[in-house]
């Protein structure tokens, strides 16, 4: 059992530089923080590198299992003093337990015959949304996410911390819009766009089994590029004075009505 | 015309202080950025009292128009140096327009026989969730929000830009959980309560045409209090390993399958 005094000490400091995404894409790790989000990393066997937990703030005995049970799975265990732990702590009033984790991305080889229902963003920028997105997604029993362009980091400490732990069980890649038509054109997969615009309201719309549910970022929506490789568009008639929701809202509410399809069919 | 161009004026540092609730409480002011959030105050005649620009920073026709348009309305409007716009600005890449809103919160007394789709929240934490949530309410032509206990302030910075202008169209209150509870018994409007717990799934419930909806905390749910006021409660039946969703999110996938009820009734 290690225990670190000092925040200076080299693996602390790399700790606290995981809040760069430079430096995320670097190593390819990323920080966790929080009792519940290291006991679902746990759960489901997510591949964590260290465990640290601050005596002094670990009252919990849900917390205090976490740490015997990351070292039943062989995860370095490290203890740090409060000073320590609050040099990288990023939650108010933290719970004295944080992780790193190792970036799990799938490689597009990987993907074939995909089933089931996936989401595609495209250039979404908030982290927050990314994450809330997510949990949504796992909420409705589906099977993973592709991030093209420029969308933000799914490893993004907000974006993890949104997630409550459903980036643990989602499937996760990156690609570029180039691969991501090259994939496409070999693929099977139906895409069903999201739109603001004029499209199919999204309650009418025969969502297929296995599809791909596509959004684009919160300022543009989607590209012309994006907009071709679709073979159904939806949207979300509104009223009242805002023109859009926000992005994890709407696609919460387009993924709650295919979810409710695929229950009564 | 009045040009500011020291940071210490006291109206800019009034605007400073309208960061924290106590100060927008004492004051019944608040402070929105930004030329979209403008222009739908300015459009739905919400009561501003003075519009503050940055010759240097405000390049946008539109921003431009909002102003000569404040100006109709008797707006006091402000010029000010990019020092001093920097010095209350908010938005990374300000847009050079800010405004000084007046709080327009509903007395109880003006509530009686309500029609339509309310929302009553209670404990909410995250003014960003507000926000979305008044939002995703405007979007489904909602009429506005009870704002119960120690909920979040509506006219948090947050709060206001999450809500994308839904802010100016909805009605909003403030009352006590006793004031809610004398308030509910004389009027006849029923209460569906959404839980993470056993209920009715919310696809299956039959929503009456004039309601409210009541969410409780993202940590706690709602109280027995609250609870035992219920007429139903529903759920939201979910897969995945996640045990809930984001709040804003579950509010708009309850929100939107009223909405969608109502269309085909």
Redesign the interface.
């Known amino acids: 059992m290690k225990i670190i005094s000092s925040t200076s000490n080299q693996y602390i400091k790399s700790i606290r530089k995981l809040s760069s995404r430079k430096e995320r894409d670097r190593s390819g790790k990323f920080y966790i923080e929080g009792i519940r989000l290291i006991g679902?990393a746990l759960?489901?066997d997510f591949p964590i590198e260290s465990i640290l937990y601050c005596s002094d703030l670990l009252t919990s005995g849900f917390g205090k299992n976490a740490i015997e049970e990351g070292e039943k799975k062989g995860v370095d265990i490290i203890e740090v003093t409060k000073d320590v732990f609050l040099s990288f702590a990023l939650k108010d009033g933290p719970q004295g337990l944080a992780a790193v984790g190792i970036q799990k991305l799938v490689n597009i080889e990987e993907l074939h015959n995909l089933k089931g229902l996936w989401i595609v963003l495209d250039n979404v920028q908030d982290p927050?949304n990314l994450g809330?997105i997510m949990?949504?997604?796992?909420?409705?029993?589906?099977k993973g996410l592709v991030l093209l362009g420029t969308t933000t980091d799914a490893y993004h400490p907000t974006s993890v911390r949104?997630s409550?732990?459903?980036l643990?069980?989602l499937k996760i890649t990156k690609m570029s819009l180039m691969s991501f038509s090259e994939w496409i054109s070999k693929e099977n997969m139906p895409i069903i766009g999201t739109i603001c615009g004029e499209a199919v309201n999204y309650?009418k719309y025969d969502f297929p089994q296995d599809m791909i549910l596509l959004m684009g970022s919160e300022q543009k929506g989607l590209g012309k590029e994006l907009l071709d490789m679709c073979e159904g568009l939806v949207n979300?008639p509104?009223?009242?004075?805002?023109d859009?929701?926000?992005l994890?809202?709407?696609v919460?509410?387009v993924l709650?009505e295919i979810?409710?399809k695929r229950q009564t069919r």
Chains 1, 2 share one sequence.
């Open positions: 679902e759960r489901t927050g809330t949990r949504s997604l796992d909420g409705v029993g589906g949104s409550t732990g459903a643990f069980s309650k979300i509104l009223k009242g004075s805002v859009s929701l926000n994890a809202c709407a919460s509410v709650f979810y409710a």
